[in-house]
Structures are given as C-alpha cells and as structure tokens.
C-alpha cells in the first residue's frame, strides 16, 4: 500500500507542477458544467492523488502495525477533500474580474480639488480619487472661476476634459 500512496502522491505532485501557469491565460475550462464537472477537471485530480497520497503515506509511517483499511479510508476521504476544495476554490478565482480600467462615467459625481485655477473658457487642473488611484485631469467650471483649493463635484465628462461645479 506504500507504493500505491507513494505512486499517488508523486503522480498528484507533477500534476500540480505542470498545472503553474506561467503564461497568464488562467485554467483552461469555463467551470460551467455544474457540481459533476468537478469530478473530471485537472485541479480535482491533481490536489485529489497528491491528498490521497500523502496523507497514506504519512499515515502508513506514523502507524505501521494499524491494518490499513483505516488509512485508506481516511485517505480516499482527504483526497477527495482536498480534490473537491481545490476545485470549488479555482472555480471561485477564476470567475472574479479586476478591473481597475477608469471610464468616463465613473468620473461623474465625483468630488475633487482644483489644482490650477479653473474658469469657464480657459482649462485649469482638477484631481479626483477614483478607484483607489488619484487623477488629475483638465477641467472646465461652470460657475464662473474657480480659485485653486476649491471642492469641486464632476458634472460631465468627455474626452479628458472634465465639467465641475463648486461643491
């Protein structure tokens, strides 16, 4: 049975090795196919035999003289654990989106700090917070001038010109 756990936990571990992504495209799969497609997905397998087979092999280690039958047991049920897990897990990951991109839109109603006086024919400068990143960008009042250190609120947006108006 050493050979089985220590056959499991080798194949498992390559799997996993060959499995580290280094070009960025993601797992392959769209992890639509339900509670079944976990079943017979890379991840389920490989963290399923490396699972399997360690805790065997640690288990046939640590207690020689048990018979072997409680050790595959417990094993097959961490393997399938730990198979499970890591797929519901990837899964999860990879249905997420970063996406950090600022759009026009998302400046509107934004509040933010003149920097370089403002007026309604001539461009000064306005910094926002958006999405966790400060900005600055050219604006244009229209309330008349706006002295540098005015609160500001984004009342359209175009192009990379900003309209504000006094807070």
Not at 114 to 119: A, G, K, R
Not at 150 to 161: M, P, R
Request: aromatic share 6%.
């Amino acid at each position: 049975m050493i050979w089985t756990y220590s056959f499991c936990l080798v194949a498992g571990g390559v799997l996993i090795a060959l499995s580290l992504d280094n070009d960025g495209d993601g797992f392959d799969g769209d992890g639509l196919g339900g509670n079944l497609s976990l079943l017979f997905s890379t991840p389920f397998w490989s963290f399923g035999l490396c699972g399997f087979g360690l805790c065997g092999l640690l288990m046939s280690i640590l207690r020689p003289v048990d018979n072997g039958l409680a050790s595959l047991l417990v094993a097959t049920a961490m393997g399938v654990g730990m198979g499970w897990g890591a797929s519901h897990v990837l899964r999860l990951m990879s249905r997420r989106e970063a996406d950090t991109l600022i759009r026009n839109d998302d400046l509107i109603g934004r509040q933010g700090l003149v920097t370089l006086t403002v007026d309604t024919k001539e461009r000064g400068f306005v910094e926002l917070r958006v999405r966790g990143s400060l900005i600055r960008r050219p604006a244009l009042s229209n309330a008349g001038t706006l002295a540098e250190g005015t609160c500001v609120v984004v009342v359209a947006s175009d192009e990379h010109t900003v309209r504000v108006d006094r807070l």
